[in-house]
């Protein structure tokens, strides 16, 4: 081989075997004493072979010491800033995707396969994760979705032999977020200052729409609704006033109305539906469920998670057609009452009061045969008791509603149904209750003690009347634990069924 080739290729770290290293002086003396390969003298401007090897070596130590800080600061890098991932393409941007390439890693011993990284999810408007439940309403027509802790009050009847029903969807500390009513018919009033409503968010739904009510209700507007979509309006006046619910009003830009109807038609065979915070907000703000500051500030209550869990409940919604009996009417042919006896239930007619007292009892029994309410009218006695001097205790009003009944005399006496608890916990007695018609005298809701505490209606024709689940409270009346017990009994069918049986009580004659 060629002596000065053999250098050179001795000199390449990349070529070189495993042998010891060459003397770079031996191998020029050979090239310049041995024989068959004459060669000149080197000219002063070209570098010795030693020198050119010295120079190659240190360029080769200067790449590989550029290289290790690179790495090094990659890795610092990565361990600062976490996983390198590209940033995602907007969709319908007409850039093509491109897979990351592969980083280097860097490690004392093996190096482990890379580990793909999951694209980071957004989080500015995405709610946490959450666990969530489906609902059916007691006439098997509405299905939605709700948060876990969430529950609903229900009032269902029948009206001309259909189910309708009202439903209350309250938070866990009892604070209603919307109501869903399935009705037979609404009215909708005028009103003296109309004012322009904004939309400030708006999603289509696919529920269809009664094609007759359509029209009917166009008519009546004077312009044609729209699709059913989940909506959140405004109206700006003093304040901003707004409401979040289901709707099918266009909201065309600067109309002035005189309240955003909330409604929908629902589909065929299926009752009208309003599923919301307020089935018509005014335009003065005078019912409205929320108010702020500004449409900023409204805006703003957008990001909230009570908004979007309402509006992801709202959006769930589904309907459809059901001929499900919740239940059948009573008729008391001496008491002259009737009222819809949940499915299941049965009702007996007894004489009760005395002969200077007369009246009518009607007891009423759930599937099991307990007693769970009875109704009383007629003349009676007044109301006795009394409260020792430390026997004053906190009532609360879980919930109320308002009665069928009819007549002057019960906007005057303001009959009402009501849920209330009294509250002896401190005295580890736990807290009473009572579910039943009240008047504005029984149904004060002042701190009181068991003795005074009625679900009694005065000023009725005959006398005196009463419908609940008990009267007066008795010795052995069952109690709750704790607040918590009490209200989510209002999630129970027993409850839903009383409630729908008391509000529903008619006087025949």
Request: glycine share 8%; hydrophobic share 40%; charged share 15%.
């Amino acid at each position: 081989m060629d002596p000065i080739r053999e250098l050179i290729e001795d000199a390449d770290p990349l070529r070189r075997g495993t042998g010891p290293e060459p003397d770079a002086d031996q191998a020029l003396a050979r090239v310049v004493t041995g024989h068959g390969h004459g060669i000149d003298k080197m000219p002063p401007n070209v570098r010795s072979l030693a020198a050119a090897r010295k120079l190659r070596n240190a360029r080769i130590a200067g790449l590989l010491t550029i290289a290790a800080a690179a790495v090094a600061a990659g890795v610092l890098v990565a361990s600062n800033l976490g996983a390198l991932t590209t940033a995602p393409v907007p969709a319908n941007s007409g850039l093509a995707t491109t897979s990351p390439l592969p980083t280097a890693s860097v490690s004392a011993t093996t190096t482990a396969p890379p580990t793909p990284t999951p694209t980071p999810t957004p989080t500015g408007s995405v709610a946490p994760l959450t666990p969530w439940k489906t609902f059916t309403d007691a006439t098997a027509q509405a299905t939605f979705q709700l948060p876990e802790s969430w529950f609903v009050v229900e009032s269902p009847r029948m009206i001309a032999g259909k189910p309708y029903n009202s439903l209350s969807v309250r938070t866990a500390d009892n604070k209603q977020v919307a109501a869903l009513n399935l009705v037979y018919d609404r009215t909708i009033g005028g009103c003296a200052a109309p004012r322009p409503v904004t939309v400030l968010d708006a999603v289509d739904l696919d529920i269809s729409q009664k094609p007759e009510k359509v029209a009917e209700f166009s008519a009546l507007k004077g312009s044609a609704l729209g699709p059913s979509r989940f909506t959140f309006t405004v109206f700006e006046g003093d304040r901003v006033y707004g409401s979040v619910a289901l709707s099918e009003e266009k909201n065309l830009p600067g109309t002035a109305v005189c309240q955003q109807i909330n409604g929908i038609t629902g589909p065929s065979n299926v009752p009208l539906v309003d599923f919301g915070d307020v089935w018509a907000m005014s335009a003065d703000g005078s019912n409205a469920p929320h108010t702020f500051s500004s449409v900023a500030e409204a805006r703003a209550y957008m990001q909230t998670q009570e908004y979007q869990d309402t509006k992801r409940m709202l959006i769930s919604l589904s309907l459809k057609q059901s001929n499900v009996q919740t239940s059948t009417v009573f008729k008391g042919s001496n008491a002259k009452v009737q009222f819809s006896l949940p499915g299941g239930w049965t009702a007996k007619e007894v004489k009760a009061g005395t002969p200077d007292f007369p009246a009518w009892a009607i007891d009423v029994a759930d599937e099991s045969g307990r007693k769970v309410a009875q109704l009383y009218y007629g003349s009676g006695g007044g109301l006795g008791g009394a409260c020792g001097p430390d026997e004053h205790y906190k009532v609360t009003e879980l919930d109320t509603a308002q009665s069928a009944l009819n007549g002057t005399w019960t906007q005057a006496a303001g009959v009402r149904f009501s849920y209330r608890v009294l509250d002896q916990s401190s005295l580890g007695k736990g807290l009473s209750y009572e579910v039943g018609l009240v008047d504005k005298s029984s149904g004060q809701l002042v701190d009181t003690c068991p003795n005074l505490m009625y679900a009694i209606v005065t000023g009725a024709p005959k006398g005196s009347l009463s419908f609940a689940d008990r009267a007066t409270q008795g010795p052995g009346a069952p109690t709750f634990a704790t607040m918590s017990e009490a209200i989510s009994y209002m999630s129970t069918p027993e409850y839903a069924k009383l409630k729908e049986m008391i509000t529903s009580l008619q006087l025949t004659q």
